[in-house]
Nanobody
Framework: QVQLVESGGGLVQAGGSLRLSCAASGIITGINSMGWYRQAPGKQRELVAAMTSGGTTNYADSVKGRFTISRDNAKNTVYLQMNSLKPEDTAVFYC?????????WGQGTQVTVSS
C-alpha cells in the first residue's frame, strides 16, 4: 500500500504560479512512477506530468514549458511547479503513484485560476 498526501492548491490569478506537493508513505520502494493528473468539471481525468523512478519525465502538451515536475527522494515527495497559469488549468489535481499494476491516488487538491 502507498499513501499519498497532497498540498499546495488554491486560488491564483491568471499568469500566477503555484507549487503542488505530494508526500508518499507506505511501501514506496516499489513505485515505478509518480505524477500528477487533473480533472476539470465535466471532463475526464488527464495526465499533467509524470516522472519514472529513473527520472524520465512526461508532460501533457498543454503544460509543456509552464509546468515542471520534480522530486525529493529524501522526503519521498514529488512536486509540480506551475507557472503562467491559465483559467483553463482550473481543475482538481490528483497525485498518482504507480506500483505496477496498481495505481494509487491522493485525495485531490483544487486549483482555481481566475481571469
Amino acid at each position: 500500500q502507498v499513501q499519498l498526501v497532497e498540498s499546495g492548491g488554491g486560488l491564483v490569478q491568471a499568469g500566477g504560479s503555484l507549487r503542488l506537493s505530494c508526500a508518499a508513505s507506505g511501501i514506496i520502494t516499489g513505485i515505478n512512477s509518480m505524477g500528477w493528473y487533473r480533472q476539470a468539471p465535466g471532463k475526464q481525468r488527464e495526465l499533467v506530468a509524470a516522472m519514472t523512478s529513473g527520472g524520465t519525465t512526461n508532460y501533457a502538451d498543454s503544460v509543456k514549458g509552464r509546468f515542471t515536475i520534480s522530486r525529493d527522494n529524501a522526503k519521498n515527495t514529488v512536486y509540480l511547479q506551475m507557472n503562467s497559469l491559465k483559467p483553463e488549468d482550473t481543475a482538481v489535481f490528483y497525485c498518482n503513484a504507480r506500483v505496477w499494476p496498481t495505481n494509487y491516488w491522493g485525495q485531490g487538491t483544487q486549483v482555481t485560476v481566475s481571469s
